[in-house]
């Protein structure tokens, strides 16, 4: 049993009922200082039976923002080092400057291996006060019943049954074996067991849709993330999120994947952008 | 006299000639194991008398790629936790992984202050090898001649006159109080003194031209950043490069900076992310 819902941060980071599978599956404890115990879930895992890079960094998140005493993550990175088991995992953290924003850096470590590094800011977004200027909006998606869930397919990775998601039927043709060419893929996404979405679950949201470089090139195996960096621009209205991801410079097999995430109230909540790899199918 | 540019790592990041300003100012001497001297100098500054963060990015990049062994810093992310001084700084750098990415992380500390943590994945952009499928191109620019530089004025920040940039018209409104709306500053940049652009100096150029926000907002004073994130994706040729920023959503004061550059032969070479904020005038 987790603690992971009653032993939250300060301000409330991370707070949450911990009857959530994404509550329960990133519950840390402390065991010493700066020093946390967690566990890499396999709910989580992508094709070919990784653990989802998202998940991963919100563990280190949570562990983190106990530490933080600020609720929002505006800034994180996370560099993907090694291969996660499943299983037992530790995260070390430090916080190296407090403020009005507090930095601390997070490592998620199995055994003698280090598997992900973080760097986090985190910020109280309730808080902020300046001006406003936006250019754009959300993203432009049909209607969400003329959009497409995921197959109920046992075949599919895990990571697919913990969300609620409805793809716009332009970026799915790549699952018919007929990619369109345009690196985007778009949607409207929530967690199936309707779990809340806040500043902790905001880097898995922006990693949890399928790559957009699978609409660009045929035959692409696997493409891991090098490194996931999420701005989180807001808190999240109650509802389905949209989220856009695109993919347009693809280079030597190099890519960026820039996100978008915006809230059933058209607020902006979160921008990612990572740098990932293709990995080429026989 | 520095040593920067023969002490170079082993697959050449950093070569260069030390006669180069940017060299001199960037030169690390290694003082034990994992733990380089630099020296912050004054000729980075910006607006306000802060070295810029691209710059201090560059200095823990040249410590970290001596150790790293692979020349090109694919994805690097900087978060700046205090305000540096001109002088003495030490960088400790530790590697995490080393294989065909290598992933590392820098301390920038000044007495008993970090000024900056870094964590950089460096590779071989040489060796790579995939698909290339790119959706755009080089920014849209007036002919170089239409274009626009600082001008020759003593009150400018040091930074100016370490780079020769020719903006777009269209991006320099504010400069004559007549900001344009549009959060867009686009030109042809090089360094002042022609040292040749590498993927050490990317990031500095990424951080190199005024916040384009200052065309959306009168008044704003300062634009600090706390993140920036730069990917290299190629090798830049001889000549201007040709580079955009772009933001186009401010929040609450909060705002990300979006930049691409591209070498004199159309290529890709950078792509950058940073996360600031905007501190208004009176």
Redesign the interface.
Known sequence: VSDSGRSSGPTGAGDSDPGYVFDEDTAVDQVGPGEWSATVSSRWDVVGGAPNGGYLQAIALRALGHEAGLPDP??S?A?F??KPEHGPAIVRTTI??RGR?T?G?ARLEQGET?VM?L?A?FGD?AD?????????GPPHLPPLDACVAAPDDDALPPIVRRFDARFDPEGIGWMLGEPSG??RIAGYIRFADSRPVDGLALPLLADAMPPPVLN??PGIAWVPT??L?T?V??RPAPGWLRAVFRT???????L?EDGEIWDADGR?VA?S?Q?A??Q?GR
Chains 1, 2 share one sequence.
């Open positions: 505006v800034t990175t560099h080092v090694a190296e400057r924003h930095t850096t280090t590094l760097t800011t977004l902020a006060s300046g001006p406003t200027r936006i250019d754009g345009d690196g660009m090139v090098l490194e960096t701005h621009r807001g347009r410079l693809l280079v030597d097999g190099y960026e902006l921008i952008r740098f790899l293709v080429m």
